[in-house]
């Protein structure tokens, strides 16, 4: 059994805030698997009887819009727990989250969650917020699409992969997206992602093999997305 006083999940969520005899107590109830690249870890929709807590690997949270596609609100990074908003409003999930790459995934009931939410004071705060922050994110990406240019977005989107997730040892970035889920990020059609990205690879600021995007002038992408 994996100790969850050393788990990477627990230096960066709202379960810092658990002691000892709280954390033997999640690693005596918890279920720990294993997700596929491709595979989802619960859809939009589902009720969730408990939280997921994001080992390895990263995720995209989608949502479903009216045409049909799904539209990436978030992606995910270990250390972060997933359907805390939906336990603490007891509402449905209202986005899906599916795996980018293999993932390890660690599920921790409800009932346990919600007896640390009402006797540990440190913790419910961590909780609420984790989900203040995540509710600013979404006003700050609204902000965004309504006053930045898709070709802003998509340098600043670029950006953020980098930044956040890293890169590959050919230095490419190491989430790979499809060209359809990138321009599903930046709120554009997938044909003016395309144009926009053989347009930075003209001007030399990425490079582009297959499905992988390097980028090569940082601070050419940086000028554009400010």
Request: aromatic share 6%; with cysteine; hydrophobic share 35%.
């Amino acid at each position: 059994m994996s100790k969850c006083e050393q788990c990477i999940v627990r230096e960066f969520s709202s379960l810092k805030a658990l002691n000892k005899d709280e954390l033997i107590k999640i690693a005596n109830c918890k279920t720990s698997y294993t997700v596929k690249k491709g595979e989802p870890i619960f859809e939009e929709g589902n009720l969730l009887n408990g939280v997921y807590c994001v080992k390895e690997g990263v995720c995209k949270m989608t949502k479903l819009s009216s045409n049909g596609k799904d539209q990436i609100v978030k992606l995910v990074k270990p250390g972060e727990l997933l359907g805390q908003r939906s336990l603490i409003s007891e509402e449905k999930a209202n986005l899906s989250a599916v795996a980018l790459e293999d993932m390890e995934v660690c599920f921790i009931p409800k009932t346990e969650i919600m007896e640390f939410f009402q006797k540990n004071n440190q913790f419910s705060m961590n909780m609420m917020r984790t989900i203040c922050g995540d509710l600013k994110d979404s006003d700050d990406h609204m902000v965004s699409m309504a006053q930045k240019t898709v070709k802003e977005r998509l340098a600043e989107t670029l950006l953020y992969l980098e930044d956040t997730f890293g890169t590959q040892t050919d230095g490419s970035l190491h989430i790979q997206l499809s060209r359809e889920e990138l321009a599903g990020m930046i709120g554009t059609a997938t044909e003016s992602c395309i144009r926009l990205l053989s347009e930075f690879n003209k001007n030399g600021w990425i490079s582009l093999d297959g499905k992988k995007i390097k980028i090569v002038q940082k601070n050419a992408l940086k000028k554009i997305s400010n």
